[in-house]
Nanobody
Framework: QVQVVESGGDSVQAGGSLRLSCEVS????????MGWFRQAPGKEREGVAMLCTDGRTYYADSVKGRFTVSQDNAKNSMYLQMSSLKPEDAAMYYCAADGWVPTSRWADPRAYAHWGQGTRVTVSS
């Protein structure tokens, strides 16, 4: 059984930085794509970034240049380094995983089979 666990959410001031972590266990696929999503109250869940073991990496336009995704295969973990945070970045952040996600659907929540419970990021102005 695949389990996905996020951590690292916190309350920060605008302009600050935060690093989120995502650990996946019970994963038996030979390849993997892991995505970060976020959902603010009253809004749809949106894709933030995706990183696959085949090297594909994508970012939402709203976070390009501010967020960086990385992985540690030895720890089955993925990280989202967030800097220059803005109040509009505040949301519940979710980590998702799947064996393979097509490029055209990297930001589609339905493309991922396994999800964590989320970690909350609050950004005050």
């Amino acid at each position: 059984q695949v389990q996905v666990v996020e951590s690292g959410g916190d309350s920060v001031q605008a302009g600050g930085s935060l690093r989120l972590s995502c650990e996946v266990s019970g994963y038996t696929y030979s390849s993997a794509c892991m995505g970060w999503f976020r959902q603010a109250p009253g809004k749809e869940r949106e894709g933030v970034a995706m990183l696959c073991t085949d090297g594909r990496t994508y970012y939402a336009d709203s976070v390009k240049g501010r967020f960086t995704v990385s992985q540690d295969n030895a720890k089955n973990s993925m990280y989202l380094q967030m800097s220059s945070l803005k109040p509009e970045d505040a949301a519940m952040y979710y980590c998702a995983a799947d064996g393979w996600v097509p490029t055209s659907r990297w930001a589609d929540p339905r493309a991922y089979a396994h999800w964590g419970q989320g970690t909350r990021v609050t950004v005050s102005s």
